[in-house]
């Protein structure tokens, strides 16, 4: 992984994060004055209670949807003031996305949801078809399924998939919303499994859940309230069965009234 | 019921502007629909009626007053055909019109009496003068109207060098000759001014016999009795004529427009079909899971098809009713052009069978292809709906796998939003294949009418040099020579036109020297006559004698008859088919060699007849009875020609691409809508707005293309078919249009140029699709 020596390389920083919606004549104030520095390697996850915004950081993090105002750097580049189509080729240079609801394109084979990602970036088309065949292959989807639709799998086959789909281009960053959130708890342990795994290989991750098993594999845990960060903890690498990080993070989450 | 309106209405909110498109479309087929049947259903049963209003004869004969006899009017009257009949005096004379639509316009010209008594061929006076006039003319509608002479204005005839002018004192409808394409046309003088015009001319006393048959009888056989009878008294026929022939010639235009247009309308017909299917198709399948949730809770199949038709019959019923509408805003200006033509007034009049029509038809058929496509909703099991477990219909095969597919992956990605769009690539090729019918036409008119205009002209016109010379000296051949040396003279050919008869039949007799050496050649079977024993004769000549090549046909000339082997046949639009072509031999032989011909002058530039007219004139001064600048007579048609040519062109295009903007429209919107989720899914990879729009504009590329090149093409196959229909229509057996694949293509190019540029500017609101609008769903 890039830049994998340097664990403490402040990949993402942000200052000031405001993001309100107007709904009606009410605007309603999401984030507010919010900072957040992001490290290399790390994998984040962003915990809170339903509607606290996670998901509304997340994509104003990975230049998704634009902030009301603040500032958002993201490797050395000052992303808030791009514009949409200059956002989009940052994010396919720079980020990966993995979905609740996993959206894969249901049009096309597993293999073209991959390489749609794959190709845009240039370089070539051999070797980016051998990734994606190397990246099935470590997320556990055997060749049978690349050309099948996403109709055609289960929800765990699918999200795998989507993993494969979002780290194809080798992203900075690899964002997940509530990547179990639809998932029954065997295929849920297999994505974490994945995720894990990207994250010993040097992946840094922005993971949001409100699952304790799912935010047990993160090594930061950040909880967000009333559009700050209300909370934070670290609980240093993840291993298996580990009681002491469970604790830990219990902990934590009682006294953020979770 | 009360549910199915409700669910009706969100039907319609939903689809609201695609169900708008589809009725503009609907309003433009209603449109042309309704032009098309009140020119079929009013234009002609009016004519009839005026014709009958005006107790106007079934059979017109002219012949010269002096050999009209007792013995003649009583053969005539014993006739068992013939139940009325009146002669009619008039004074025939080939006679130039000055000033007619500002140019100089030669016709043979009756003036009758106006005040004579009339029972047949009653004359309705439309506009009078306000004023008593000096000198005072009635005219024809077709001459006032089309040749712009007002009433209260001056008209000028010139006869035989000699000018004769008249104050127009009102205009007159007639429905004995008509337009111009006839070659007679009467006009109208109080008793005063028509002995004066007798006096002065001393020549040309005609009576008219017109006469009306019975009911059922065969007008042409009876003109072929009466001009037996005619002959047979002395009497030669000059010009005659029956109620058929008279109304096809001034009904021409009329017929021809309603043709192309009833066939505009069954082609926009046609895509409103597809549209409307497209449509509902789409929308089933859009509504897959909602239908099978209507369903668990008890909603028939019955009901929620009756709720998806609902708003597209409305929409039909409301626009074609509006679109008949706006048609009678159109009418006044059609009618008025083509009651110019056609010289008679007809009263734009609210048809009751045209509307039903209309509307009746395309509710009923957007009623029943509606209800037809919405069939899938019978066989929809609610599970399967809900469940969205659909026939998998473009899921079975993963068409253009990125890994294989060679090329960029946006063009790859191109083919596969192509290849998963079974439903609207039917359409949109229906609608290019159809569209490009008419682009197709109108590449044919473009090259034959504006680039290489002389295909038009030479089919509907007779052999035009640059310069017509009208000489008194009786050494033509010294004349020729003298003519030919002149600077700038390419050729000059002897010519002459003459009416003769040939067999019973009258004609008008091209004489010429060497038709080998004349440019516009009207023969369509056999060949032009070469010796003086021969002779090419016109179509309709040739259908009515019931001979063809390698019979003979007895030409008679003055008192002077002889035979000719027929070499060939010959077309002539402005003649309707009336004529033959003899050589200087062969009409010698008949005038007795006396009469001198008109030279016809080719110029190597012909821009410059007026020049060489005055160097003609300096050169041979008094020799020179007339000289005619045929070369600016023709570019005079040409351009009116062009004119129209260019109006049609430009509608046809207007047309098309308004039709294209509203299929794409609703392509679009349907995609937009069923792919939502997908553009932002796309989003969130990293494509721009950009790349989605161009995607997505070239999926629908491939097809446009294949539409539109394989229609074109088949325009090679159809169009002179077409163009043989039509000009046979007129009378050309031949035309000399030609369907250069060039511009078939450039035209189909320029169709899919516009069809590309349209769907870009559909596709934009794909850029504004976010990605973080995947999140908020
Ligand atoms: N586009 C939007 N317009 C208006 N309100 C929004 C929009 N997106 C999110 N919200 C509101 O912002 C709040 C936070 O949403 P979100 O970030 O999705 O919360 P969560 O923490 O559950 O992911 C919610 O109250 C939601 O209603
Ligand atoms: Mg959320």
């Not at chain 2, 007809?346 to 209800?371: K, N, Q």
Request: hydrophobic share 45%; net charge neutral; aromatic share 8%.
């Amino acid at each position: 992984m890039k830049n994998s020596e340097n664990k403490n390389h402040i990949l993402l920083s942000v200052r000031h994060l405001n993001k309100s919606f107007r709904s009606g004549d009410a605007e309603q104030t999401i984030i507010n004055d919010l900072d957040l520095d992001i490290r290399q390697g790390d994998f984040t996850v962003i915990m809170g209670s339903s509607g606290a915004g996670k998901s509304t950081l997340l994509y104003a993090l990975s230049g998704m949807d634009k902030p009301t105002s603040g500032s958002i750097t993201f490797c050395g580049e000052d992303i808030t003031s791009y514009s949409a189509d200059k956002l989009a080729v940052f994010r396919r240079k720079h980020c990966g996305f993995v979905f609740q609801q996993i959206y894969l394109l249901d049009k096309m084979s597993l293999m073209d949801n991959a390489l749609t990602a794959g190709l845009l970036v240039g370089g070539k088309k051999k070797e980016t078809v051998r990734r994606a065949a190397a990246l099935f292959e470590k997320v556990n989807l055997p060749e049978v399924t690349w050309k099948k639709f996403p109709s055609q799998i289960s929800g765990g086959e699918a999200q795998r998939a989507g993993i494969v789909r979002a780290v194809i281009n080798r992203p900075e960053v690899l964002f997940a919303d509530e990547p179990t959130g639809a998932l029954n708890s065997h295929n849920s342990d297999a994505v974490l499994d994945v995720f894990t795994e990207l994250s010993r290989d040097g992946q840094s991750i922005i993971m949001v859940t409100h699952d304790k098993k799912s935010a047990l594999r993160g090594n930061r845990v950040i909880y967000l309230r009333d559009g700050r960060i209300f909370g934070e903890c670290d609980l240093g690498e993840y291993t298996p069965d580990n009681a002491a990080r469970t604790d830990k993070l219990n902990a934590f989450l009682t006294e953020m009234n979770w | 019921m009360k549910q199915i309106s409700h669910l009706s209405h969100y039907f319609f909110r939903k689809d609201k502007k695609q169900i708008l498109s589809f009725g503009m479309i609907i309003l433009i087929t209603a449109l042309i629909l309704h032009l098309a049947l009140v020119l079929a259903l009013r234009i002609d049963p009016a004519y009839d009626r005026l014709s009958d209003e005006l107790h106007s004869a079934d059979i017109d004969m002219v012949i010269p007053q002096m050999t009209d006899s007792p013995a003649l009017s009583d053969a005539v009257r014993r006739h068992p055909s013939v139940e009325q009949f009146e002669q009619q005096r008039a004074i025939l004379q080939k006679a130039v019109m000055k000033d007619f639509r500002g140019t100089d316009f030669e016709l043979n010209i009756l003036f009758y009496n106006w005040d004579d008594p009339r029972a047949i061929h009653r004359l309705s006076c439309r506009r009078r003068s306000k004023e008593a006039v000096q000198n005072p003319i009635y005219l024809p509608l077709y001459i006032a109207e089309f040749g712009e002479y007002a009433p209260g204005e001056t008209i000028t005839f010139s006869i035989g060098g000699k000018d004769f002018s008249y104050t127009v004192a009102g205009v007159v409808q007639e429905m004995q000759y008509g337009n111009a394409s006839a070659e007679l046309m009467g006009v109208f003088l109080p008793d005063a001014q028509y002995r004066q015009l007798a006096q002065a001319l001393e020549s040309g006393e005609v009576v008219n016999y017109a006469v009306r048959t019975g009911e059922g009888a065969d007008r042409q056989t009876v003109l072929t009795d009466l001009r037996k009878t005619a002959e047979e008294k002395q009497a030669p026929v000059l010009f005659a004529m029956t109620r058929e022939s008279r109304k096809q010639s001034r009904m021409m235009v009329t017929n021809l427009l309603t043709v192309i247009l009833a066939a505009f309308a069954v082609i926009v017909l046609l895509v409103s079909i597809f549209l409307c299917r497209f449509r509902i198709k789409t929308t089933v399948a859009e509504e897959m899971a909602q239908m099978g949730v209507l369903k668990s809770l008890g909603f028939t199949s019955g009901g929620i098809i009756a709720a998806e038709v609902l708003p597209y019959t409305a929409a039909a019923l409301l626009f074609s009713v509006l679109g008949v509408a706006l048609s009678y805003g159109l009418l006044p200006t059609l009618v008025n052009v083509l009651a110019l033509q056609a010289g008679f007034r007809f009263d734009v009049a609210y048809s009751p069978a045209a509307l039903i029509l209309t509307v009746a038809l395309l509710t009923v058929v957007t009623l029943v292809f509606t209800w037809l496509s919405a069939g899938r909703i019978r066989r929809l099991l609610p599970i399967a709906a809900i469940r969205g477990v659909t026939d998998g219909r473009g899921m079975k095969k993963n068409r253009f796998p990125l890994a294989k597919t060679p090329g960029s992956v946006h063009f790859t990605l191109m083919l596969k939003q192509m290849a998963v769009s079974a439903r609207q690539n039917v359409l949109l090729f229906v609608v290019l294949f159809v569209m490009t019918i008419l682009i197709a036409f109108s590449g044919s008119l473009f090259y034959n009418g504006i680039i290489r205009p002389d295909h038009l002209m030479n089919t509907l016109s007779d052999e035009s040099p640059d310069v017509i010379l009208q000489v008194s000296s009786s050494d033509i051949v010294g004349m020729k020579r003298a003519i030919g040396s002149l600077d700038g003279a390419e050729k000059v050919l002897s010519y002459a036109i003459r009416q003769v008869q040939v067999g019973d039949e009258n004609a008008v007799a091209f004489v010429c020297e060497d038709f080998s050496q004349t440019q516009n050649d009207g023969c369509y079977e056999g060949q032009n006559p070469v010796s003086g024993r021969e002779i090419a004769i016109g179509s309709a000549l040739a259908e009515r004698l019931g001979c063809g090549v390698g019979d003979t046909a007895v030409v008679t000339y003055g008192d002077t008859s002889r035979s000719y082997r027929i070499v060939g046949l010959v077309q002539s639009v402005n003649n309707r088919g009336e004529i033959c072509e003899l050589t200087d031999q062969g009409f010698a032989a008949l005038s007795g060699g006396k009469e001198t011909h008109s030279l016809y002058v080719y110029l190597k530039n012909s821009a410059d007849a007026d020049g060489f007219i005055e160097k003609a004139k300096t050169a041979c001064g008094g020799e020179i009875v007339s000289a005619v600048n045929a070369a600016k007579k023709q570019r005079e048609a040409q351009s009116l020609y062009m004119g129209i040519i260019t109006v049609v062109i430009a509608v046809i295009f207007a047309v098309t691409a308004l039709i294209v903007l509203l299929i794409l429209f609703v392509i679009i919107r349907s995609m937009m809508t069923q792919c939502r989720q997908e553009f932002g899914i796309y989003k969130a990879i990293g494509y721009s707005g950009r790349q989605l729009v161009a995607q997505t504009a070239g999926s629908l590329m491939p097809v446009t293309v294949a539409a539109a090149l394989s229609s074109a093409l088949l325009g090679l196959v159809w169009l002179p078919a077409v163009n043989h229909a039509i000009f046979g229509m007129v009378g050309a057996m031949k035309n000399h249009m030609e369907q250069p694949v060039g511009i078939l293509l450039l035209f189909a190019a320029a169709e899919i140029a516009v069809t590309l540029l349209i769907s870009v500017l559909l596709a934009r609101p794909i850029k504004k699709i976010e990605a973080y609008s995947l999140i908020k769903e």
